[in-house]
């Protein structure tokens, strides 16, 4: 088990900026991947940013140039760098890992409580 927590969201206005970070604990082997997701009212949750197997960084367009992702060597601490922030970057944000499966094929999905950001105008 994996077991992440965020912190780092809140009020902002457009413009300015925020870093969430996300603690993990327990069993960080193995790991496939670690990135931030965000889900907006009424919409699907979307990834934002991710670290995949060595250190390969991928973001969504959306966020290019402004959001920047990075971890410690450990994977213990992934955090999520907000500059330029938009009000349609408001979202609940959540930290995840995919470890690989011990026995068997495929990952496991970790995810935090989620860290509401609210970008005003």
């Known amino acids: 088990q994996v077991q992440l927590v965020e912190s780092g969201g809140g009020l902002v206005k457009a413009g300015g900026s925020l870093r969430l970070s996300c603690a993990a604990s327990g069993s960080i082997i193995d790991i496939k991947s670690t990135g931030w997701y965000r889900q907006a009212p009424g919409k699907q949750r979307e990834l934002v940013a991710n670290?995949?197997?060595?250190?390969?960084?991928d973001y969504a367009d959306s966020v290019k140039g402004r959001f920047t992702i990075s971890r410690d060597s450990a994977k213990t601490i992934l955090y999520l760098q907000m500059r330029s922030l938009k009000p349609e970057d408001t979202a609940v944000y959540y930290c995840?890992?995919?470890?690989?499966?011990?026995?068997?094929?495929?990952?496991?999905?970790?995810w935090g409580q989620g860290t509401q950001v609210t970008v005003s105008s």
């Open positions: 670290i995949v197997g060595g250190g390969s960084m």
């Open positions: 995840n890992y995919k470890r690989y499966r011990t026995y068997g094929s495929g990952v496991d999905d970790y």
